[in-house]
Structure formats: structure tokens, C-alpha cells
């Protein structure tokens, strides 16, 4: 699953959690009822039109606003395959590695990105390609920590992977 | 080359003599805390990773404040998790509803974080802490069980900007407006990552309400983290609450910074947020006539007492304009208390405006004040997003407690010299 294909859904800059998943459905944390609510207040008829393996395209601080960890949820719940975006608020960030979203960022790709074009990411290497209009462009590369968590499959069996082998 | 107070933290936390920004490392946390939002999580990922104890129990606060009382059914199941969990652990921290209070405003007035600390929350807000000295921060659900765990959290060290407000504060300026000056200057990412130092003579004459009111708001322009160094005023306000030491720090004279941001506050009028983005920010006499159906006063950025006199000054011998609610939500028990007693409660009262028990509750859209579509609200509350307090063609501007009193008088966005 390293190689991820799918279609592009482009949001703007600063796409903060209350768009991601509104408060108002934060009385759960079930992952299948926070995706029928992903991404609502930005496109209402988003989760009609997204298909499994798909990538949210965003501007710069994607994912700032509140801590709530439903955001990254409601994104994968939804089927979402990676988000390419110019950059990340911090929590977002931490949150996507710490739940095993992959997410990319690169300001060229992100905004040369139109809603509907056909994306190729290879997430072993960063490389993003835009197949509907033949650019290929180099993600930033995941600092070697984070690359560690996503190798444990996230923050807890990295955290439990330590614990139980005695380490600091 | 010094150190910064955020570096100094956590060097101490790391075991470390210094720490540089950019660096990775791993800290011990003094304090650490969620809510009914985003606690069910963090306890659903302690179980399942077959956790048995909390690193320690007297370090771990629960606070339901989001949904509370309880808006419905889902979320008193929430709630009851949280209350599950404390039992289950012994923990000595969770506060019930008739003893709790939104918790950046309960944990310090509780004395439960104190200068000096790493404190992590799973809540972006934590970072209110940073007023007292201590390095606190926002964390995501997952972060939050590891540290429930273990007491132990990575982190990539900040650098800093270091704000430094020099002048005399005009007239009903506040805490609140300087931050919102300051969001509206740099942008909703101008500290991306960063910390935010406040310093200034400016900073040194602000109360400790009115310093946890712009900590608070760090998060609004990005940052890891918003701190102020401790002094005398940090020190009356722990001396009496404290539950542990306290330890004192301040950067150093030949610390280093990423950028200098000098801002004369004497040129500073009481600023508003409009929609939709905190860093929308202009003087409240270039808004323009905005007609409006609410106004809240409350929330962690400014339900403290100090919030609630201010709005009581304005209040006092007048009445919300007709069409317009004013809901007052002071934000712990001990606050509402203090308030009753001092008589906010019967001008409140008397200009017809609503006092609700401590609860987010509006502020992100919960409960206690939803928006209909095309309504408008003045809330002294930390967002402006679309759909933040209801529906996702309301609109909410952001202000201080005299602003907001003066617009819920007028039915409009005004400022209090308009009374």
C-alpha cells in the first residue's frame, strides 16, 4: 500500500477542525459516524463525492484550530487516502503519524492541484504525481522519528513496543 | 549564547543542561489532562494498548466541560466514561459538575499547574498555562494515553518570538485586545510551531486574568506554546493555590530569538475579530454597524472574574437591547461564587441578561447558545470559524468582555466609550 492512487479534492489555506468535523457531531468518537461528517462545513456534498483511496489537496496550517483528534478520524473513516498539503498546524500534524494518516506536504503539488485530477503518491519515497497534468513533484521528506511511528503503526504500539522492552 | 524561558523548561524536563530548537527530545510531564470530548479517546487507546495504571494518578485531571451537563444522550455516555475511568484509577482529579469549571480556568485557579511545569492537555487551549511560567501545550487524543502511560512526551524544541509590548493601555483595552492585535499582525500561522514570548512593561501591568486571557490565544496564531515569565504578580496568584513547588524561570539577556516584535500599545483601541478567522482583526470603530442577535461572555479565554467585573462596569444601569440574548457564563464554581456575592449577579439580572453554570458549551457550538442560520454574535470567546457556534451561515466576532457588554447594550458591535 506504499503506492496510493486517486482523485484530488482541493480545499484552500488554513482549513481548521471545526471544518474538518464540526463540534456539533463531537458527542462520538465512532470513526464511522464522524466520516459522514467529514469535511461538512467546507463542502457539504463532500462525503458524497469522495471515493476510497482519494486525497484532500490543501493550502498552508491544514488541520489548525482545536486538538481534537476526530479530525484526522473523520478523514481516514471517510475513506481518505493522504492529505497533500503546502503545510500542517502542529497538532494535526502529530495527530495524523499518531493514528497512521498519511500526510505529505508540498506547496508546488498542493497548489498546482485542481478538484478532480488524478494524484499518484508513493509514500516510501514522497514522490507525488499529478497523472491528469504529467508533473511529478518531491514531497518534504518524514523526519526519521516520525518515520519510526509509522513504522510501529503509529504513537501506542511504538509507546507499548518500548515499555515491554524495557527502554526509557 | 542564553536561553529562553520555553528552552530552560524544557532542558529541565529533558534532564538536559540546554536543549536547541529544531532538536528532538523527550520530557518528563508534571501535569496532563482532557476533557469529555477528547478524553473517551485517550482512555479507549490506554485499555487498548492493556495499560493497567496511570503513571500518576494525582498528575492527570478530567474535566467535563465541553458538553455539559450533559447536552444529550451521547454525551452523558461520554461523561460517563470519564467518571468510569476516575473511579476505576483512584484519580483525585476529576471534577463533577457542581464542583468543576472550564478547565483552563479550574486547573490554575486550583492551584494544579503551577510555574515551571511541562503540562500536556488534550485540548489546543492548554496552552493558557504559559501566562504562569509554565511550558503547556495543545496534544491530540493518542499523545494524551501515551503520557497517561508513561509521563513522557516527545516534543521538537520550539524556537521563539518574542513579543515585547512597551506604553500605557487606553482605556478599556485589555488582555484580550492584545492578543487579538497581535493574531491579527501575524496570522493564523504567524507562530506555526513557534513559541510566543510576552514580555514588555505592558505584559508586567496586566493581571494574571488578563495573561492567561492572551496565553490562551497563542494556539489562534499557530504556536506550540504562549509564556510569560514569572513575577511578583505570578507569585501572589500561585503562593496561595499551589499544590506543588513551583520553580521560577526567565530567558536569559543574550537568549536567542527568531524574530522581535516590538508593539506600542498606546496606539492599541479595543480590537474585534470578524468572521471568519481570528487573525480578521481591526479597531472596533472601523467594524461598522453590525446588528446582532447574541452575545456570550464567558469561556477559558474570558470567564474569569475579572472578565465578569469588566462586563458588570458596562452593564450596570442599562439593559440588553431588545432582540438581542446575553448569556454569562462564568467559568468555574468559585468564580460564579465570588461573582454572586459581589453583586455582578443582580446587574446582570437587572439589564436582563442570561447566567448560565460553568460549560463551554457555545463557544464551540455545543449547547447553552447555538446560532440559527444568518445570525450574529460578539462572543469573548477564542474562535471565529464557520459553523463555531451553530450553524454554518452564523457568524461570530471576537472581543473582549467590554466590547461584547457594549454590543449586547447597543444590539450591535460596539465599543463601551459609544455608552
Known amino acids: 500500500m506504499m503506492i496510493l492512487r486517486g482523485r484530488a479534492w482541493k480545499f484552500g489555506a488554513d482549513v481548521d477542525t471545526d471544518l474538518i468535523i464540526p463540534a456539533r457531531y463531537l458527542n462520538t468518537s465512532d470513526p464511522k459516524e464522524l466520516a459522514k461528517h467529514c469535511m461538512e462545513d467546507a463542502d457539504p456534498a463532500f462525503v458524497g463525492k469522495v471515493s476510497p483511496g482519494d486525497f484532500i489537496v490543501a493550502g498552508n496550517n491544514f488541520g489548525c484550530g482545536s486538538s481534537r483528534e476526530h479530525a484526522p478520524i473523520a478523514i481516514k473513516a471517510a475513506g481518505v487516502s493522504c492529505v497533500v498539503a503546502a503545510g500542517f498546524a502542529r497538532i494535526f500534524y502529530r495527530n495524523a503519524f499518531n493514528l497512521g494518516l498519511p500526510i505529505l506536504e508540498s506547496a508546488e503539488a498542493a497548489e498546482a492541484a485542481k478538484t478532480g485530477d488524478e494524484l499518484e503518491v508513493d509514500l516510501a519515497t514522497g514522490q507525488i504525481t499529478n497523472l491528469s497534468q504529467g508533473r511529478t513533484y518531491q514531497a518534504q521528506p518524514v523526519p526519521p522519528f516520525m518515520q519510526e511511528l509509522l513504522a510501529a503503526g503509529g504513537l501506542m504500539p511504538h509507546v507499548m513496543k518500548r515499555l515491554a522492552g524495557g527502554g526509557t | ?419
Open chain 2, 1 to 419: 549564547m542564553g536561553m529562553t524561558i520555553s528552552e530552560k523548561i524544557l532542558a529541565a524536563h529533558a534532564g538536559r543542561d540546554r536543549v536547541v530548537p529544531g532538536e528532538l527530545i523527550e520530557v518528563d510531564v508534571d501535569f496532563a489532562l482532557a476533557n469529555d470530548i477528547t478524553a473517551p479517546i485517550s482512555i479507549d487507546r490506554f485499555r487498548r494498548a492493556g495499560a493497567k495504571k496511570v503513571f500518576d494518578p494525582e498528575r492527570l485531571a478530567l474535566v467535563p466541560d465541553h458538553f455539559v451537563p450533559n447536552k444529550d444522550i451521547d454525551s452523558a455516555i461520554q461523561c460517563k466514561l470519564l467518571r468510569d475511568f476516575a473511579e476505576e484509577h483512584n484519580l483525585p482529579y476529576y471534577f463533577e459538575v457542581g464542583r468543576m469549571g472550564i478547565e483552563h480556568a479550574l486547573l490554575p485557579e486550583q492551584g494544579l499547574v503551577v510555574p515551571g511545569d511541562v503540562v500536556v492537555g488534550a485540548d489546543s487551549h492548554t496552552c493558557t498555562y504559559g501566562a504562569l511560567g509554565a511550558f503547556a501545550t495543545g496534544v491530540g487524543s493518542t499523545d494524551l494515553a501515551a503520557v497517561m502511560i508513561t509521563g513522557r512526551i516527545w516534543f521538537r524544541v520550539p524556537s521563539t518570538i518574542k513579543f515585547v509590548y512597551e506604553g500605557e493601555l487606553r482605556p478599556w483595552v485589555t488582555g484580550k485586545d492584545l492578543i487579538l492585535y497581535t493574531i491579527g499582525r501575524i496570522g493564523v500561522d504567524g507562530a506555526r510551531y513557534r513559541a510566543m514570548e510576552f514580555t514588555g512593561s505592558a505584559i508586567a501591568e496586566l493581571s494574571m486574568d488578563q495573561r492567561l486571557t492572551m496565553a490562551n490565544m497563542a494556539i489562534e496564531a499557530g504556536a506550540k506554546n504562549g509564556i510569560i515569565a514569572p513575577d511578583v504578580v505570578t507569585r501572589v496568584y500561585v503562593d496561595d493555590r499551589a499544590r506543588r513547588p513551583a520553580r521560577y524561570y526567565e530567558s536569559d539577556a543574550d537568549a536567542s530569538y527568531d524574530q522581535v516584535v516590538p508593539i506600542d500599545v498606546s496606539t492599541i483601541e479595543p480590537q474585534v475579530a470578524v468572521p471568519h478567522s481570528p487573525a480578521n482583526v481591526r479597531p472596533v470603530s472601523e467594524v461598522g454597524r453590525i446588528p446582532i442577535h447574541q452575545v456570550v461572555i464567558g469561556s477559558c479565554t474570558n470567564g474569569r472574574l475579572e472578565d465578569l467585573r469588566l462586563a458588570a462596569e458596562v452593564l450596570r444601569g442599562r439593559r440588553v437591547a431588545a432582540g438581542v440574548r446575553c448569556l454569562i457564563i462564568p467559568a468555574t464554581q468559585a468564580i460564579y461564587r465570588q461573582a454572586m456575592e459581589e453583586g455582578l449577579f443582580t446587574t446582570f439580572l437587572e439589564a436582563e441578561a442570561a447566567i448560565s453554570t460553568p460549560t463551554c458549551g457555545p463557544c464551540l457550538g455545543g449547547h447553552m447558545g447555538i446560532l440559527a442560520p444568518g445570525e450574529r454574535a460578539v462572543a469573548t470567546t477564542n474562535r471565529n470559524f464557520v459553523g463555531r457556534m451553530g450553524h454554518p451561515q452564523s457568524e461570530v466576532y471576537l472581543s473582549s468582555p467590554a466590547v461584547a457588554a457594549a454590543s449586547a447594550v447597543l444590539g450591535r458591535v460596539a465599543s463601551p466609550t459609544e455608552l
